[in-house]
């Protein structure tokens, strides 16, 4: 059995008001727990809805131009005007027909850090016959600033796809000026082919590459400080950043520390938030969140996560974080870093897909501060992204065609 997939949660709604709950705790670890702010997610764009909006993200250009990326294969320009009514199509591949199921399509996209000088972006898309997954460069037309060149396509991954599903699909350059993308376990559901601790895949990865570099005749090159170049095991990837991971879906650099944090999909138990370190494994398929998967393999050195959280109630008793409250689907987010709402400095910000729920941590000195509800969870607003601009304010996509920015809540709000 898999996770359920998007189509089929929205589907049932009212499956997924009974699974889930809202459990409005906030559960500090620690006695000196600073505390969570009272937030509200406010529509940012009232006049605009989109399609299965699933990514947001600033251009690094002075240009102020935020973009939103559709699965279906559209990319947006949002109107400068937060009451304007139309969104630029800056990219449209709806052709190519990304999307033919529930976890496939136009998933990703990152800017290059010097897209201001070289005019370059990356997309993550899934193409079939045969089933895959691409990384490609494009370029902005030399016509047009707010169209992308369609046929200017480089083409700098292909990764089969034996499933739909588990595609990760995230792609993010790190303060490093690498590209980090995330690659979930292949699909299906429980690992069929124990792809999650193989070395010699790039799949259940977060992945390093140098996209201004070439290794040999490969269109990208290997930084030579990732953690498997020239090591013994001679069949392991040197893409490879960090491994045993099921399905990354999203995951984000803290701007002031550089920390990666992920959300890693699990399967039909457990939800998990991971600090992504150089080299580390994150326990897929022995281990899911917490608990034992698969195996119980003697001498394994796994990264647990950072907090898990249960798909049922039942499940959440066994939990070390019992009253985080419940979800199917990760979504991870952000440490927030923006000026509008100093309460939140430092929180990382991460939600559920099926549930709607936002929630906020506090992670410091390798210790869980505080982890609690921010939004209360509302599956009418499945949470496919967070989204972060050039300052380091920080938005929401959801699949009711909405995009949300946070802001304090109103204080009848804040003493319920
Ligand atoms: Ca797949
Ligand atoms: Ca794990």
């Not at 898309?125 to 490609?136: A, D």
């Not at 369609?150 to 303060?175: K, T």
């Not at 457990?270 to 080299?279: F, T």
């Not at 580390?280 to 022995?286: A, M, P």
């Amino acid at each position: 059995m898999t996770r359920i997939p998007f189509k089929a949660i929205l589907a049932v709604p009212a499956l997924v008001t009974t699974l889930l709950c809202s459990t409005p705790v906030v559960q500090a670890q620690e006695t000196n727990a600073a505390p969570l702010p009272a937030v509200e997610l406010k529509v940012a764009y009232p006049n605009l809805k989109l399609t299965r909006p699933l990514w947001l993200e600033e251009a690094p250009d002075g240009s102020g131009r935020i973009f939103v990326v559709g699965q279906d294969g559209q990319i947006w320009i949002m109107p400068k005007d937060r009451n304007g009514s139309e969104a630029r199509l800056f990219m449209d591949m709806t052709d190519r027909k990304p999307h033919e199921q529930s976890e496939e399509g136009l998933l990703g996209l990152a800017f290059h850090p010097q897209f201001k000088t070289n005019h370059k972006f990356y997309i993550y898309y899934t193409q079939q016959l045969p089933k895959r997954s691409v990384i490609s460069e494009f370029q902005v037309s030399a016509a047009d600033a707010n169209k992308a060149d369609m046929d200017s396509e480089r083409q700098i991954m292909e990764v089969a796809q034996p499933y739909w599903n588990h595609n990760g699909g995230c792609l993010v350059f790190g303060p490093d000026g690498y590209l980090y993308i995330s690659l979930g376990d292949g699909g299906l559901g429980g690992d069929p082919h124990t792809l999650g601790q193989s070395l010699n895949f790039v799949y259940s990865k977060i992945l390093r590459i140098d996209v201004n570099s070439r290794a040999g005749r490969m269109p990208y090159g290997i930084p030579r400080d990732n953690p498997f170049v020239g090591k013994k095991d001679a069949e392991a990837r040197p893409e490879t950043w960090a491994y045993g991971l099921r399905n990354t879906w999203r995951f984000s650099f803290d701007r002031q520390t550089g920390e990666l944090w992920a959300g890693d999909v699990g399967q039909d138990k457990w939800e998990e938030v991971d600090l992504i370190v150089k080299g580390g494994n994150y326990g897929w398929s022995d281990r899911e969140g917490f608990h034992q998967y698969k195996d119980r393999p003697s001498g394994k050195k796994w990264i647990e996560p950072v907090v898990e959280y249960a798909h049922s109630p039942a499940l959440a008793k066994e939990s070390k974080f019992p009253e985080h409250g419940l979800g199917l689907s990760v979504t991870g987010g952000y440490v927030y870093r923006g000026k509008k709402l100093p309460k939140l400095a430092g929180v990382y910000l991460y939600a559920d897909f099926s549930s709607g729920t936002v929630w906020g941590l506090r992670y410091e000195n390798g210790k869980l501060i505080s982890d609690g509800v921010l939004v209360k969870s509302n599956p009418a607003r499945p949470i496919t992204s967070f989204g972060e601009d050039q300052d380091g304010e920080v938005y929401v996509t959801a699949f009711d065609g909405r995009i949300y920015e946070f802001e304090e809540a109103a204080p009848s709000a804040a003493a319920k």
